[in-house]
């Protein structure tokens, strides 16, 4: 990209900050992003949708895994009544639902494509290159065309030895700005989960257990730590968000659904695993936005598969519940 087609960006975005209202604004942005027809007629009909990032496509499985995945999400959603937006950036246009085309490519070429949380947004966008979405920048595209619900596997949060390395994901930063229900299993198993919860407190981020009066560990049902609060069915889930929305909170909600009972059991050779994976990262010097990608990988190798196996299976069910979340949101409206 020369240089001034990416003065001619930046200029844009500066623009939109500085010079026009935020109603504007709003339009402005939503003009540099391109939106899938599907997606788009479900959003100006008030039909439900979800979010879904790209990330674990593009760093959390290998190909042709990861395509078959992401499509067996995708129908998961349809098949309980909402539409799927899986949100990439591909040759720097922001993509708010893919066609097939577009999956198959994303996922084709895997670790290639740039891990993109919130902070690397503009730079995919100036550079014209590809990026994967995590939670932070998944919530920023999925607010601004008004998608209210995410679903995802886990959301990042405050790392272990956080007290030495101050690694704190940026995702807590966006859920605490951005009024979007996230549908996870909690907080990745490499983390930190009682501090990452009181950090959303900090954040005063909603946070609730999905039939549960403890806080989901991601692999395991249960981690010991009491959940905020409880909700039991979509219909729960669908009058928070709807209170969020109309008492005007900018911060958003966090669902934690726990794992599916049949592949909770792997949760203690997962763990672990984890401590495994967290000593040699530490002995590597694997740092950043590197290190969970790296541990993620290492912990399924040292289980033999067995956390991928329970990662997409989690995945799926949340987008079960999430997608119900989401019809259950567009009917109370």
Do not use: W
């Not at 391109?34 to 008030?46: C, H, L, M, R, T």
């Not at 040292?302 to 329970?310: F, K, M, P, Q």
């Amino acid at each position: 990209m020369d240089s001034s087609s990416s003065s001619s960006a930046l200029s844009r975005i500066s623009n939109l900050q500085n010079h026009i209202s935020p109603l504007e604004a709003n339009n402005k942005l939503r003009s540099l992003i391109k939106i899938s027809p599907q997606v788009s007629e479900a959003i100006s009909n008030g039909r439900a949708v979800v979010a879904l990032e790209s990330t674990i496509i593009s760093h959390g499985m290998p190909y042709p895994q990861n395509l078959q995945t992401a499509k067996e999400v995708e129908s998961i959603v349809r098949e309980n009544g909402a539409v799927p937006a899986t949100i990439a950036i591909l040759n720097g246009v922001p993509c708010i639902g893919l066609n097939e085309e577009e999956l198959e490519r994303l996922a084709s070429m895997g670790k290639s494509v740039q891990k993109t949380a919130g902070r690397d947004i503009v730079h995919v966008v100036a550079t014209r290159g590809n990026g994967a979405t995590t939670v932070s920048a998944t919530l920023f595209f999925a607010s601004m065309v008004g998608i209210q619900v995410f679903v995802t596997g886990g959301i990042g949060g405050v790392h272990r030895h956080a007290n030495q390395t101050m690694d704190i994901s940026s995702d807590l930063i966006a859920l605490g700005r951005t009024p979007i229900a996230v549908v996870s299993a909690g907080i990745k198993s490499i983390l930190d989960i009682p501090k990452t919860l009181e950090y959303l407190e900090t954040q005063e981020v909603y946070v609730a257990a999905y039939k549960s009066d403890e806080f989901p560990a991601f692999f395991t049902e249960k981690s010991g730590c009491k959940a905020p609060s409880r909700v039991d069915s979509p219909e729960d889930c669908a009058r928070v968000i709807d209170a969020n929305t109309k008492l005007n909170r900018h911060a958003g909600i966090l669902f934690a659904v726990p794992i599916p009972k049949q592949h909770s059991p792997a949760g203690n050779l997962i763990e672990s695993a984890t401590q495994r994976a967290l000593t040699e990262a530490r002995e590597q010097n694997i740092t950043g936005n590197a290190e969970t990608p790296f541990l993620l990988a290492r912990v399924n190798e040292l289980t033999g598969g067995t956390s991928l196996a329970a990662n997409i299976a989690l995945v799926k069910n949340n987008a079960l519940i999430g997608s119900q979340i989401a019809v259950a949101l567009s009917q109370l409206k």
